[in-house]
């Protein structure tokens, strides 16, 4: 059974301090997505990253893909409130099903 | 484009009642996945259909949940009867033929009392 662990599983952090959240498995992924999830909405899609060692930026987000295509990470440089949420990472599998197998969620809490 | 469609988006319910959630999908979208979460975890997957064909329904609890997607588009999701342990947000989400971006409906929230 594939399984995501993230860390932490909860933040809160004051605003313009940075910090990293990690997303581990033993398993290897085709691809990875990262999510942000506000109170009563779905998750919106944030990043997809496919190639081992692959990093992305998004504005102050910077996400990278482990060489081994088992893990990730999200750094998010100078936090700002606008940045709470649940952070959701997603893998998914190398059966060329698309199955989905997301992590336990890190909330992340952003303080004025 | 227009992105996934839920309804209804909250519901309350008494245990032992049925319930259903209707999903409408990215159009042209193939693969269209029902999720269950529970309050600050991470989704899980419930059924996942390409086309009006099951790909993956191992974690349905098959003895009260159903679900189908007649004609490749729409998606119902049913729950009968519902447990107090069923309440959570329920999700749809679909993916296109790049396979690896999955988009999300805004979710049902269903309260069993």
């Known amino acids: 059974t594939q399984l995501l662990e993230q860390s932490p599983q909860f933040l809160s952090i004051q605003e313009g301090e940075n910090l990293t959240v990690y997303c581990n498995s033993s398993s290897v992924f085709s691809s990875l997505q990262w999510y942000r999830q506000e109170p009563g909405e779905g998750p919106v899609l944030l990043v997809t990253?496919?190639?081992?060692?692959e990093v992305k930026k998004l504005k102050r987000l910077t996400f990278q893909f482990g060489d081994a295509r088992k893990d990730s990470s999200l750094h998010i440089t100078a936090a700002q409130p606008g940045d709470t949420g649940l952070y959701l990472c997603a893998g998914v599998g190398t059966s060329g099903t698309y199955k989905y197998i997301f992590g336990t969620g890190t909330r992340l809490k952003v303080l004025a | 484009e227009a992105g996934v469609a839920q309804s209804p988006r909250y519901k309350i319910i008494e245990k032992r009642q049925s319930v259903a959630f209707w999903c409408n999908p990215i159009s042209g979208h193939a693969t269209l996945y029902w999720y269950q979460q529970i309050l600050g975890q991470g989704p899980k997957l419930l059924i996942q259909f390409q086309n009006n064909g099951v790909v993956d329904d191992s974690q349905l609890p098959k003895d009260r949940f159903s679900a189908e997607r007649l004609k490749g588009v729409d998606s119902t999701l049913k729950i009968q009867p519902a447990k107090l342990e069923d309440s959570a947000v329920y999700l749809c989400?679909?993916?296109?033929?790049?396979?690896?971006?999955?988009?999300f409906g805004p979710g049902t929230r269903l309260t069993v009392t």
């Open positions: 989400a679909s993916t296109g033929n790049r396979g690896y971006e999955q988009y």
């Open positions: 990253v496919v190639t081992g060692g």
